[in-house]
């Protein structure tokens, strides 16, 4: 690692105007996803009363679930004692993030499956925290492909 506690082969991607009210909102929703898999993944139920694939995607997702680092929490708690509406977030990756974050793309989208489904009590992820899902694991692909950043407003206005 650097001086500044970054590894040398990490890629800086850069969210630009990264939303706090919105990211906080998604952070529970993903919280109580994860709980509700966790619940599944201790309770000593017959496996085949559960979809396999469910029991295969609560282990993925509970082993390669990314807990947000010190470095990230700490930027997103200063712009929130702010009152910042959103900050530009730095998020270091390892060449291995860009595989990591493809990889949760598709497991939460197998998670949205379920959800929609009925297989999960947890409700279909809302539109706003899908989008920013795909925004930021996006973001996360683009810029270690060596693109510029796109901001927040940008890549909705593109949506549209």
């Not at 009925?118 to 810029?143: H, I």
Request: aromatic letters at 8%.
């Amino acid at each position: 690692m650097n001086g500044q506690g970054v590894r040398p082969d990490a890629t800086t991607v850069v969210l630009v105007d990264f939303p706090l009210d919105l990211f906080l909102r998604s952070r529970r929703y993903n919280e109580a996803l994860l709980r509700e898999f966790a619940f599944i993944a201790e309770t000593d139920v017959d496996e085949a009363s559960i979809p396999a694939r469910l029991v295969k995607l609560v282990a993925e997702i509970r082993a390669r679930f990314m807990v947000l680092n010190a470095d990230i929490e700490e930027q997103l708690e200063r712009a929130d004692a702010r009152g910042d509406a959103s900050v530009n977030l730095l998020v270091h990756l390892l060449p291995q993030g860009r595989q990591a974050a493809l990889d949760l793309v598709r497991l939460f989208d197998d998670a949205d499956e379920f959800c929609r489904r009925g297989d999960l009590l947890t409700l279909a992820v809302p539109a706003e925290f899908r989008s920013l899902r795909e925004w930021y694991f996006g973001e996360c692909v683009r810029q270690m492909d060596g693109e510029a950043p796109t901001s927040w407003p940008a890549w909705q206005a593109a949506r549209v």
